[in-house]
């Protein structure tokens, strides 16, 4: 069968992210099966129009708002896909409205607050009045999400149909966990492109806090790229904590695994999540997850069992909900071994079959 995905960005985009990492589990899963992939992206700068990934045919025209033309234009000249994904990032590529192939729409979050951390008034709120109509329009058209919090959103929206496919990881949980006991310095780290809407600086934040208000110990890693490195760095120079915060980049994966594994807790400050690949990451390693009670994150973290969610999404309550579990090392132990447990049942090897089993079925079904 032939399946064609529309997303902004391609796994070899610079500023490809979870989405696009899950995006190519599930399009390599395909290719691996003997079905024929397009993957139609945005173009970025010093790409190749066209390339192969690990068997998918990459193809790259136009920026976040025209590549939904060049998609319709080149779509004209083929021939018929058994099954079109449309997948939304605020913007959606109207593949329903131009495309006679049978389409799906895919989405991770819905943006909602996330315009706010990106665009001021009144950009923020036209972001958000185009998503709210979008996805109006896109009312009888099947919804495909991980989130069951994103699925409320859609159908209470008038979304007809919505299918939950759950995430993969590729980070194998440990077999074993070695020691690991909860000792000052405590070792944080974060785990994000360094965007907006992640709010890394509360991570920054709670670590002052945490060493000024609770007498507590610790250092902070962070590992990811993005747009607010310079202001998060001249952050760390104004509240002194010079010493305690490193920036490592990217990190490959297994460097990744190896921090995960060495730190006492993740922290995850993000506005809304789609679900939150990097909790389960950490899980595998035998590390919980502290995060704020953002959608997507409250579901990639069970509260006490595989980690702790923050009454509020503050960095005083985030240093507070730290320093809380200081003192009782025991229920620490308990819930890296729960948040290891758990991650186990999120690998690919796992999750994989059924969700193919699914876009199989989408695709085969009749018109």
Not at 34 to 56: K, L, Q, R, S, Y
Not at 154 to 169: C, F, H, K, N, R
Not at 264 to 288: C, D, K
Request: glycine letters at 8%; charged letters at 25%.
């Amino acid at each position: 069968m032939r399946f064609l995905m529309l997303n902004w960005r391609d796994p070899h985009n610079p500023l490809a992210g979870g989405a696009e990492r899950v995006t190519h589990a599930y399009m390599r899963g395909l290719v691996n099966r003997g079905h024929e992939v397009t993957w139609f992206a945005n173009a970025f700068e010093g790409c190749e129009p066209e390339e192969i990934i690990d068997g998918i045919r990459v193809l790259r025209s136009g920026g976040k708002f025209t590549s939904w033309m060049d998609a319709r234009k080149w779509h004209s000249c083929e021939k018929p896909f058994d099954l079109v994904i449309d997948q939304h990032h605020g913007i959606p590529w109207y593949a329903p409205v131009w495309c006679s192939d049978r389409c799906v729409a895919y989405i991770h979050e819905v943006l909602g607050p996330i315009w706010d951390a990106f665009y001021s008034w009144p950009l923020n709120m036209i972001g958000k009045w185009q998503e709210r109509l979008t996805i109006r329009q896109y009312q009888e058209v099947r919804f495909w999400t991980a989130s069951s919090f994103t699925r409320s959103l859609l159908e209470e929206q008038g979304v007809q149909a919505v299918t939950q496919i759950p995430y993969g990881v590729d980070t194998r949980a440990l077999k074993y966990l070695p020691e690991k006991e909860l000792d000052e310095p405590l070792k944080l780290i974060t785990v994000s492109r360094l965007a907006p809407n992640k709010q890394v600086d509360h991570a920054i934040y709670a670590l002052k806090i945490l060493q000024e208000e609770h007498d507590l110990e610790g250092c902070l890693k962070i590992v990811g790229k993005g747009q607010e490195k310079g202001a998060l760095s001249q952050l760390v120079k104004e509240l002194g904590l010079q010493d305690s915060v490193t920036f490592v980049g990217a990190l490959s994966e297994s460097e990744k695994e190896e921090a995960l594994q060495q730190a006492h807790f993740l922290l995850h400050t993000s506005v809304r999540e789609g679900w939150g690949l990097n909790v389960v990451e950490a899980n595998a390693m035998g590390t919980p997850a502290i995060v704020y009670p953002s959608p997507g994150l409250v579901e990639s973290t069970t509260h006490r069992e595989t980690g702790l969610v923050t009454d509020d999404s503050s960095p005083s309550d985030l240093a507070a909900t730290i320093a809380g579990v200081q003192s009782h090392d025991g229920a620490y132990q308990d819930w890296r071994k729960t948040a290891r447990d758990r991650a186990h049942g999120f690998h690919w090897d796992k999750v994989l079959p059924d969700a193919l089993d699914q876009l199989e079925r989408w695709a085969s079904e009749e018109r």
